[in-house]
């Protein structure tokens, strides 16, 4: 079992609909989750983080985490084409490395 | 802008070369972790460095190895290269904060290798 798994999809949306982007996890003691974008040939883009159980807003983003499920995903709402990039979920399960996912792939068309 | 810096931006190398890539911290962090990430994968941890000593280390081989200064930039070097080590090494900039656990990472626009 991978220690961060993510759907790799592409996961297709209208522009101005909600784009819901899941990740699981396995390590328990995990504290900290990120989700990153990824534009292609880029390098990754801290988009927000969360520790604590719950929802955590930030504009047009909403990362919400479930330790007891031990999944994290993050809503993307009114998805413009400029959001099309990979979203890379990452988690701190100790002190120092981040365990990324491979990445899903969002595309948002007009 | 992360305010980190990496360069060179993109280098090519033969196998058995070696190799040093270079990382500028954003300014206020005393953390640097390296990453490697391959062509449709996620970002590999290879090391961290605070206080110029390494300070945890992902799967990597001991060909792998770096450096931090006292302006707590940073050094990835790769020594015999490989085809497989082909490619974007990425650096993160952060703080060590309360029980030495890493605060948010930041990370640089990466250097792209090439090993033919």
């Known amino acids: 079992q991978k220690e961060v798994e993510q759907n790799s999809g592409p996961l297709s949306v209208p522009e101005g609909a909600i784009a819901s982007l899941n990740c699981t996890y396995s390590?328990?003691?995990?504290?900290?989750f990120f989700w990153y974008r990824q534009y292609s040939g880029k390098s990754p883009e801290l988009i927000m983080f969360?520790?604590?159980?719950g929802d955590k807003e930030d504009g047009r983003f909403t990362a919400q985490l479930n330790k007891a499920s031990q999944y994290v995903s993050l809503l993307i709402r009114d998805s413009q084409p400029s959001d099309s990039a990979t979203y890379l979920c990452a988690v701190n399960t100790g002190f120092q490395k981040l365990v990324f996912g491979t990445g899903t792939r969002l595309l948002v068309s007009p | 802008e992360t305010g980190v810096t990496q360069s060179p931006t993109h280098l090519i190398k033969t196998r058995g070369q070696q190799v040093t890539l270079r990382c500028s911290s954003q300014?206020?962090?005393?953390?640097v972790s390296w990453y490697q990430q391959a062509l449709g994968q996620g970002p590999q941890f290879i090391f961290q460095?605070?206080?110029?000593?390494?300070?945890g280390r992902g799967n990597f081989p001991p060909r792998f190895s770096g450096l931090q200064f006292p302006n707590y930039s940073s050094e990835l070097n790769v020594n015999a290269l490989e085809l497989d080590d082909s490619a974007l090494y990425l650096c993160?900039?952060?703080?060590?904060?309360?029980?030495?656990?890493?605060?948010?990472?930041?990370f640089g626009p990466g250097t792209r290798l090439t090993v033919l």
């Open positions: 300014s206020g962090h005393n953390t």
């Open positions: 460095y605070y206080r110029e000593e390494e300070n």
């Open positions: 390590d328990r003691g995990s504290q900290s």
């Open positions: 993160a900039s952060s703080n060590l904060g309360l029980a030495g656990r890493t605060d948010t990472q930041y």
């Open positions: 969360i520790y604590s159980n």
